[in-house]
């Protein structure tokens, strides 16, 4: 970094103040319920994707206490489409904590903060700059990309100890001990600078108010930072979903384990291979066969690969999710109507701890849309995914019943399907 610490905290002020975002609805209070489930929401979520979630959460929980009070499955309902359903589960669970061990209300220090589960450092910092003008640095994935590029910051930020230093460097950039009352608009314009201007590909330089003092900039390399030579590698899974709708409009959902992906989401029967599917059957399911074309789906720390299959009936009765013929070139299109009574499990599997529910008739859900099904709401996205489809919870809708499988051809999984469509 090339000029004064306290030039570069006053430009970011100065520069929020005048070109940053304003007017955001958890900024109009210094409420820390209402910062904390902003921070929460915006963790790997943009801006935009999660105004359209705060107000709808807010109004149904106003209140921490109110948060506490209501059942996981309504919380998780009120999340449905943002995604990362942990968050949510850790934001209830905090919640409980805050209202009965603190009477609701939140600690006045990042380091008290930090001690409530599911709130890190960074989050930490947020709330309590935000909320009580606490000197203390964040380090979200936009203010680490800013730093270690007016720093040039050279280490590896794969490695724990390198991100170490750059809190330290982060804690250095602060503004003065007298300063603290511009700790909300100095946070905020960290966090401001990274999502509108130093964008991680294409950078616009030229209106930053630190290009100055930007050690990358000056050296024409920006996009070189932050430097990371390690990258996570992705677990591989191969899973098998069953999608099953009776005649009379009945599906059946089972409610997944606390633990592993999609924890306790209502999710179609998961198995491991097909034989597991079959077995767990009373009758056999289908005859025939047709397959779809292989595509992929990127999760944080897994990459599905996803197979689609439908093994028809006699009935051979098939529709798309658009209501044309469907065609096996096309994925996501093979559905397929199957009677109910083949439902039921053959016999009980000890290594299936689950919860089934069968939903019935008289609904169109799309999307997102969430399913009152007594005290147990259903959570549904379209997972044969089409573009502008979205993938934020374990299930599926469709009109008819489809067997998917979700295997690791990786061969075969760029072939058929445009790139870019899964985002």
């Not at 982060?170 to 100095?186: E, I, V």
């Not at 469709?398 to 985002?423: D, E, F, I, K, N």
């Amino acid at each position: 970094m090339t000029g004064g610490r306290g030039g570069f905290s006053r430009a970011i002020v100065s520069w929020q103040a005048r070109y940053g975002r304003q007017g955001l609805p958890w900024q109009s209070i210094r409420d820390p319920y209402r910062v904390w489930l902003s921070e929460v929401m915006l963790q790997q979520t943009q801006v935009s994707t999660v105004l359209r979630y705060f107000e709808k959460f807010i109004r149904r929980f106003p209140t921490v206490h109110a948060l506490a009070a209501a059942p996981e499955d309504d919380v998780m309902g009120q999340w449905s489409g943002l995604g990362y359903y942990s968050r949510a589960r850790n934001l209830h669970q905090c919640a409980k904590v805050v209202v009965s061990q603190l009477g609701g209300d939140f600690p006045t220090s990042a380091r008290g903060l930090e001690e409530l589960p599911g709130i890190g450092r960074s989050t930490a910092a947020a709330i309590a700059s935000f909320c009580f003008n606490e000197r203390v640095a964040i380090l979200d994935g936009n203010v680490r990309r800013v730093l270690s590029r007016v720093c040039a910051f050279e280490a590896d930020l794969s490695a724990a100890k390198h991100q170490d230093q750059l809190w330290e460097l982060a804690t250095a950039l602060l503004p003065g001990p007298h300063s603290s009352a511009n700790m909300p608009r100095y946070t905020q314009g960290l966090m401001d600078l990274g999502a509108t201007v130093c964008h991680r590909k294409n950078p616009a330089c030229g209106i930053c108010p630190v290009r100055t003092m930007c050690a990358a900039a000056l050296a024409g390399d920006p996009e070189r930072y932050p430097v990371r030579t390690r990258r996570p590698r992705r677990e591989v899974m191969a899973l098998w979903l069953l999608h099953a709708r009776s005649r009379a409009g009945e599906v059946w959902l089972e409610r997944r384990p606390a633990s592993g992906i999609w924890a306790s989401l209502y999710c179609f029967p998961v198995f491991s291979d097909r034989v597991a599917l079959e077995g767990s059957l009373a009758t056999p399911l289908l005859t025939g066969m047709v397959e779809g074309a292989v595509f992929r789906h990127a999760l944080t720390h897994r990459e599905l690969h996803i197979h689609p299959e439908a093994r028809i009936s006699s009935v051979k009765f098939a529709m798309s999710l658009d209501g044309h013929p469907s065609r096996t070139e096309q994925p996501g299109q093979l559905l397929y109507q199957v009677d109910g009574a083949m439902l039921a499990p053959r016999a009980p599997d000890r290594d299936r701890d689950i919860t089934p529910v069968v939903v019935s008739q008289g609904f169109q859900p799309a999307g997102h849309e969430i399913l009152d099904v007594g005290e147990h709401p259903v959570y549904l996205v379209t997972l044969l995914k089409k573009r502008n489809h979205r993938f934020v919870a374990p299930c599926q809708w469709t009109q008819y019943c489809v067997v998917v499988g979700l295997g690791a051809s990786a061969h075969q999984t760029r072939s058929r399907h445009p790139s870019g469509c899964l985002s």
